[in-house]
């Protein structure tokens, strides 16, 4: 007999709530393979343990395990998932010696006057941006509704700078652009974006943002990466990347910001914390990518504690589904049931103080 949505939804909830991390991957996984026959196979935790013995040579290490774990629970893929491993430095590395030798040049991609460079090994927004023109496009018509020329956009998780570079050119010369990126492999491509569009004067920083100062091991996945706090041991630069970590705070330094996107793999839970007295003073619209399971492993707490944090703030918050719809406050649990419907991984948010 077939179980209706309403039941299976409430059966996720309930799986999210009281399964431990592992266990829930492991099964929702397996019931993502036998309800969607005959589409693109999706990786499970098996697939995962064995990428890391058949390509890395290794038993997985805890802090990437997690990582890749809330990307399995998202519903990534098996080709995606292999296509991570041999796209990191130490795939590289193992294989061929030195990985600065196997890099490739970029690839290009017109969309309308702005020309992109991307990384040959961005298979998450490249190939999309390749075939449709575009991407997120709800969340950049949010953003430019919510900003007009002369503003100051601040763009947490600036990847190869798309977003950046689109606001760049929205803000105008009188506005301004202040772009936070820990990847290598993106930074580069961060600052030719931006040159190559007219955006002069932005700032660009190659640092992670966090709830405190500190250090981040940085691990890359296909052209993105994931951050988790540094213990200390060297060991852990075998297969990571050390990069800086910062506040919100402190890297503006009580300038005033008008609009903030946030896309940083489960970290944004950290950001906001680190940016509480800039969100206090500018009220700035905030946009960001929601994931629970991915606040759970990196930031450590629960989406209803991230949500909460920004009601107590005195934002208000709407899920983006359509680029032109009139944002309606949404409850807590309103948003929580609309991630448990949703068919994707993750819901795109808006939060924004009434003026």
Known sequence: MAVSASIRHRMVALLRRVVPFRTRVTVVSLARRLSRPGVRVLATPADLRASYRLLLGREPDRRGELDFLSLIERGITRDELVRHFISSPEFRQRQLGDDRGSLQAPTTVVIDDL???????DFAIGPHLSRHGNYEPDVLAVLRR??????????????????????????????????????????????????????????????????????????????NGAVSAFGGDPRELANHDLVQASTLDRELGGRRVHAVKIDVEGAEGLVLSGGRSTLESSEPTIVFEFSPPALESVSKMSGEDLLGLLVQLGYSIDVIDRPDATPANRSIREVMDRYERAPESHLNLLAWHDR
């Open 115 to 121: 020309v992109f460079h991307l990384d040959p090994a």
């Open 146 to 223: 919510h900003l007009v020329p002369g503003n100051t956009f601040v763009d947490v998780g600036a990847s190869f700078g798309y977003f950046s570079t689109q606001i760049g050119r929205h803000v105008g010369p009188s506005g301004s652009v202040i772009a936070f990126e820990p990847g290598p492999q993106n930074q580069s491509l961060l600052l030719l974006n931006l040159f190559a569009n007219g955006v002069v004067g932005a700032e660009v920083h190659q640092m992670a943002l966090s709830d405190i100062p500190g250090l981040f091991a940085y691990s890359r996945s296909g052209a």
